[in-house]
Structures are given as C-alpha cells and as structure tokens.
C-alpha cells in the first residue's frame, strides 16, 4: 500500500484527532484553519480514503460522517514497514533504530516483541 498524499495525511490527522465521526463540513472549516481548500476538494479526497479503506461512513439525518476505520499507528506501522523495504539488511536496520529509542519505547517494543510469535512457515529472525 502507498503511504497517504499530503492532503490525504492532513484529513486522516484531522479525523484521528477527533472525538466524534465529521461531516465534510467540519472538516473542510478545520483544514481551513491552516490553508483555503474548497469543499469539493475535501469531498473527493475523503471519498478516495473511504475507497482505500482508511475511512468509514455513517448517514445521520441528510449528512455522512466519517470516522477513522485504521489506526494513526497503523498508519506508522505501514510507513515503518515501507522505510524497512528500502534495504537489504533489514536486520541491521531495526537495530540502528531500537538504538535510537528512549528506554520507556524500548521497553514497549520489548513487551510487543514477547507477546508476538512467527508468522506461520517463518522462523524467528527470518
């Protein structure tokens, strides 16, 4: 999968922040806090995050609202993976950057490493 567009990043940030699923409206006002877009912009860039499966829509009285259907760390996660596929010692990769990580992240990493088992068919460290 392809990381999100800038507009895409900017709209899916709004909704992951958000307390409630957003109609068009709200979020085209808040995105214009920052720069003007038109409302059909919004539109179509939503409806293209629906299709991609990043959004989900629910029709309240005459509006949709739309509401997050993946994580902003699964939106990492993904990135995380993408940056790991540009090279060929992903090994060595993951190592530069758990020593990049603060002890409370490590130790978080630690934890989810302990909970995980292989994937079905792959060794451990394969």
Do not use: C, H
């Amino acid at each position: 999968m392809r990381p999100l567009g800038e507009l895409e990043a900017e709209i899916m940030r709004v909704v992951w922040r958000g307390t409630e699923p957003l109609t068009i409206q709200a979020l085209t006002d808040t995105l214009n806090e920052q720069r003007p877009l038109a409302y059909t912009t919004v539109m179509t860039v939503v409806d293209r995050l629906r299709q991609k499966g990043w959004l989900t829509r629910t029709k309240v009285s005459r509006a949709y609202r739309y509401s997050a259907s993946r994580s902003a760390e699964d939106y990492t996660a993904l990135l995380l993976e993408q940056a790991l596929d540009t090279t060929a010692d992903r090994a060595g990769a993951l190592i530069r950057f758990a020593d990049r990580l603060d002890p409370a992240e490590a130790e978080a990493l630690r934890e989810a490493l302990g909970r995980s088992t292989p994937e079905p068919g792959r060794a451990d460290g394969d």
